[in-house]
């Protein structure tokens, strides 16, 4: 389940202390447990970015053009980087006003409406907007976004308007398609798979969907506003025109972010490296041992089996000639990682080695023990144990270093367009599912990563979700994922776990320092949708509706 | 080696061209010069190949006329320096570690751009336009005055004469300027109307694309400055111990109280506003409390201007250090720039968490900056464009104010001594760990700058 949404559930934590002195960077600093971002480059005491502001993202567009998916992938980001983020669906509180089962009245789009649909948009706008300024003014929120369609120019100014009253900006995202074959793709695969289709031929489907929507929205002004802030992402990113009026920091980070981002759907699968003839050390960059090499060939073997019955299940679906995306492979430089590779570059996959997906460097944790790093280093260690995330032993480096390091292969990783398999060591692909699933900085060290699955990341807009494919026939002695700081350097043979697969990492209560492996509750259960809900305060109406997502497929926004 | 790690990008960068497209006077050259020094500040190898200096070899001073289209010898003389650099360019570009070229001309015609993307595809080499549109009549004049005191073209010449050749010379360009518009929708583009107002990115291919594009979105050309000091002398210099969190001494405290009166003397800009950053290190607010109480300015504390981590050295002396980590002592001054410290930065992981310092710098108009050496060194680096080698050495004397001011041709740099005595915290390359005694500082010299620096086409103002 996609943890993005569920943030602040932490916000209750206890307050840990500063680790040693205050000469100590921003970027060790031990924050409010719900405050910890991944790749955060300095903080203040509100927990705003002080020179950028508060700012509400307002979406602009029709339905089927990638609103929600841009919202979302942008709350992925921001938090990443140490923004507070949410997401207010307009369409929740729609949903939760109206009642559930039933739709707006159909002239409720309309610009001529009726007395009484206008009544209802005002007041189902004014708790959307209530609930941003409690957010923004009272709980140290930095972004809101506000995902709606917006559609009218003059509705846009006075929005602009009334959040400058609050002392708040406005920026406009536009997502905007002329090219018909985009937008029909994205009906296809997030708006008509709910029950009311069921029967129909997908392209009727289609059709009747994006019918109803220009019955619905029969008014639509692109942005032209020279006097609002805005961007418009044209054709899922092919083009982004932008209006400056008065851009921050953050705007322009989100053009940088926007400028990698696109809306079509691809799959991430993470797998380990295997085993090498020289597991502890990190200076030696040993090749993989024969079971290592046995590992490669299964977890190939695995992959592309699993990859053949997808593509089974989308020909039936979608007719004999669909095809999976491509498949590419990227390992880093280190050797473990290039050699378990190789069954996919013999079968004529593409495989790109990026150095910065190079494993966390242990520093003078190499090829100690346990107990040996206790006994050497008791007071780092007690530093580790304190924050693991931010900690770095001697010449080491801190997960928070990799995933500074990592960012660009982050934004990369937006940029693919491909499916892309990513063969890492197990530090690396904590801090990339930290990232995919919006995990607290605090979870990532103990995220598990038993070798004998692969994972894979299916993104939808609303959230994504995590699978795992198990590689059959492994030697239970490589398969426990390693834990996390002091024990990492040494890892106990014969290890069996009990693992049953990947918490979600943010109300995990079996997430503790020395414990690797998630307690068998948290397992999620594949394809089920999960409560996004927020976990402070009172429910507002887009919790309540996040609760019952099948009552949002098939409703128009 | 002390560090194993680095966080640039450049490994699997693909070479990518910027060629720039616009009227004289739009600021181009000023985008090529600073996208240059970004990129190098990050470790990736970048080179401007401007075809005026190509041109300037066979027509050194050319008048208006050189430049009218329909002057058949002006005509060729132009597009053989084009041919000439574009030829070098390519060349350039052979060496697959060279990262970046930007090709900086007008390229104003359609005919142009499309002769360059033949070139370039037949190279193999992605390309981005970069174009800079600018219909703001105060921006043009603006930039034309400091183009003509500048410019090698006018050199020697007539200020209000040079002034109106120019102007002269953009007229022949606007009569067969044509912008990037819908029939060149196919080409990778940015194009930026007056300066950001108004951008348009098209079909950006890669990353390294993407974050020019977020550096060129974050410029603007407003003539601004940029005020750069350490913090007053702390308790730990007079002790000699590095890193800690102490105050200001009775002297520090003194320069706190001068500031204000350094900054005027070093020439304010009127009416324009300042805001002043400091660390969130008690000695760098200490150190602006009195430019804030009587100048009313803003104050902003930035983490990321805090001092190097110098981890497990953190409140030793030099001597110190030397003696309880002599390896380290010798592999700092091995590789100063990548040298960790145990539990500690590097020079490399401060220029990292200082990049959106830069960008925020690039964003903003005129800032007072206090911090720390280390920090101040990087900055400096960044503007200076110097070497990563050098620049962790460089010596920073307390007590100095230093102002830079970016021009099309590169930066200014004026220094400011409060004539308040200090220690030196400076320790040279190899040198032994002895630490200065007060008052010394005068007697250190070793500037390592001189007035105007930064290399823009391959010329010196």
Known sequence: MDTLLTAEANAGSPRYRRKSSTFVDAIHDLREKGHLAPAQLYSTESGRLFHAGRIVICTVGLPARGKTHISVALARYLRWLGVKTRIFHLGDYRRAIVGPGKDVPDDYFFVNASASSVLLRQKILKKCREDIYDFLNDQNGQIAIYDAVNPLSAGRKSLDKEFAKHGMKCLFIESSCDDQRIIEENVRSVKISSPDYHGWSEDEAVKHYLNRISAKIPHFETMEETDLDWIKMINAGERLVINNRSFGYLSHRIVFYLLNLHIKSRHTYFARAGVTLEEESFKADAPLSPQGVDYAKKMTDALLKHREEELQVLKEKAGPDAQLKPLIVWTSTRKRTVETSTFFAARGFQVRQRSQMSQLNPGVCEKKSERRIRAEYSEEVEKHDLDPYHHRFPRAESYHDVAVRLEPIILELEREQNDLLIIAHESVLRVLYGYLMACDASDIPFLSFPRDEIIEIIPASYNNEAKRIKIPDLPREIIPASPEGPKAAAPPSGFATPVPGLGNGMLSPWIKPGTPEPADGMKTPVGAKTPLGSGTGGKTPAEQAENDISIRIHDVV | ?461
Request: hydrophobic share 35%; charged share 30%; with cysteine.
């Open chain 2, 1 to 461: 080696m002390a560090s194993s790690m680095t966080a640039t990008d450049t490994v699997d960068a693909k070479q990518v061209v910027l060629v720039m497209v616009g009227l004289p006077a739009r600021g181009k050259s000023l985008i090529s010069g600073k996208v240059k020094r970004y990129l190098q500040w990050t470790s990736v190898k970048a080179e401007i190949f401007n075809v005026g200096k190509y041109r300037r070899e066979g027509t050194p001073h050319p008048d208006a006329k050189f430049f009218d289209a329909g002057n058949p010898e002006g005509e060729k003389a132009r597009k053989a320096a084009a041919e000439a650099a574009v030829a070098d360019m390519c060349n350039w570009l052979k060496d697959p570690s060279n990262k970046v070229a930007i090709l900086d001309a007008t390229n104003s015609t359609k005919s142009r751009r499309k002769w360059i993307t033949e070139r370039l595809e037949e190279a193999r080499v992605a390309h981005l336009f970069v174009e800079s549109k600018c219909d703001d009549e105060d921006l043009i004049m603006a930039n034309i005055l400091e183009v003509k005191t500048t410019s090698p073209d006018y050199v020697g010449q007539n200020p209000e004469e040079a002034a109106k050749d120019f102007r002269d010379r953009i007229k022949m360009y606007e009569k067969v300027y044509q912008t990037i518009d819908e029939s060149e929708k196919n080409l990778t583009y940015v194009k930026v109307t007056n300066i950001g107002h108004q951008v348009v990115i098209n079909r950006i291919q890669d990353y390294l694309q993407s974050r020019l594009v977020y550096f060129l979105t974050n410029l603007h050309i407003k003539p601004r400055s940029i005020w750069l000091s350490r913090h007053g002398e702390s308790e730990y210099n007079l002790e000699g111990k590095i890193g800690g969190d102490a105050n200001l001494s009775p002297r520090g405290f003194q320069y706190a109280k001068m500031l204000p009166e350094l900054l005027r003397k070093s020439g304010l800009p009127k009416d324009a506003p300042l805001t002043v950053w400091t660390s969130t290190l008690k000695r760098t607010s200490q150190t602006a409390e009195h430019v804030v109480a009587e100048l009313g300015w803003e104050k902003l504390p930035w983490k990321a201007l805090d001092e190097l981590d110098s981890g497990n050295c953190d409140g030793l002396t030099y001597a110190q250090i030397a003696e309880m980590y002599p390896e380290d002592f010798k592999a700092r001054d091995d590789d100063k720039y990548n040298y960790r410290y145990r539990g500690g930065e590097s020079y490399r992981d401060v220029v990292i968490r200082l990049e959106p310092i830069i960008m925020e710098i690039e964003r903003s108009e005129n800032i007072l900056i206090i911090t720390h050496q280390a920090i101040v060194r990087c900055i400096f680096a960044y503007f200076m464009q110097v070497d990563q080698s050098k620049s962790p050495w460089m010596e920073v004397p307390l007590h100095t104010l230093m102002k830079l001011t970016p021009k099309a041709y590169g930066t200014e740099v004026e220094k400011f001594k409060a004539n308040i005595p200090a220690v030196s915290t400076w320790r040279p390359q190899g040198s032994q760990a002895k630490h200065h005694e007060a008052g010394e500082a005068e007697m250190v010299v070793g500037e390592p700058v001189k007035g105007v620096a930064g290399e823009v086409n391959g010329t010196k103002a």
